[in-house]
């Protein structure tokens, strides 16, 4: 005999396709603010971290825009999933880190098939550092969205 009484309901994908619009939404908000701060303050204030000046709007930032949507997306909708209605921040602190040095890694690892020097590894060391603050942010976005009910946290099984 099947057992049917899966925590898959369509409101739960409902509340997981909100939870991750929400991520998306925050993370590509968030990793804009970042590259614009870093294109007004640290590219300017620091020689070593030049390379970070790059707002413009161009195919590239409007597919880092996308990146960061999806990346979110899915950070959301796992989010949700790790955190459950327990309250073990180590859950949480954990999802953040995993997909912040995720992305952060992947970016060093494509910067570093392009560097030429030693010195080229300060702006993508900012990069990963940032992906993992982007994600906290999201982070705290979520469990405040979960707080205000507009999310439902997932039931622990």
Do not use: C
Request: aromatic share 14%; charged share 15%.
């Amino acid at each position: 005999m099947v057992n049917n009484s899966s925590n898959f309901t369509f409101t739960e994908r409902i509340e997981s396709l909100k939870a991750g619009t929400i991520a998306g939404i925050s993370l590509f908000l968030t990793s804009g603010a970042i590259a614009f701060g870093n294109s007004l303050f640290l590219a300017h204030k620091f020689e070593l971290l030049a390379d970070l000046e790059t707002i413009a709007l161009s195919w590239n930032v409007l597919f880092q825009g996308a990146i960061a949507f999806i990346s979110g997306f899915l950070f959301g909708v796992t989010y949700r999933y790790i955190i459950r209605q327990d309250s073990n921040p180590h859950l949480k602190s954990g999802a953040v880190v995993a997909f912040g040095s995720v992305r952060g890694l992947g970016q060093i690892d494509v910067g570093l098939s392009y560097g030429d020097t030693f010195l080229d590894l300060w702006p993508l060391m900012v990069l990963g550092i940032e992906s993992v603050v982007a994600f906290a942010v999201v982070g705290l976005v979520l469990d405040w969205s979960i707080n205000q009910k507009w999310i439902k946290s997932f039931p622990s099984l």
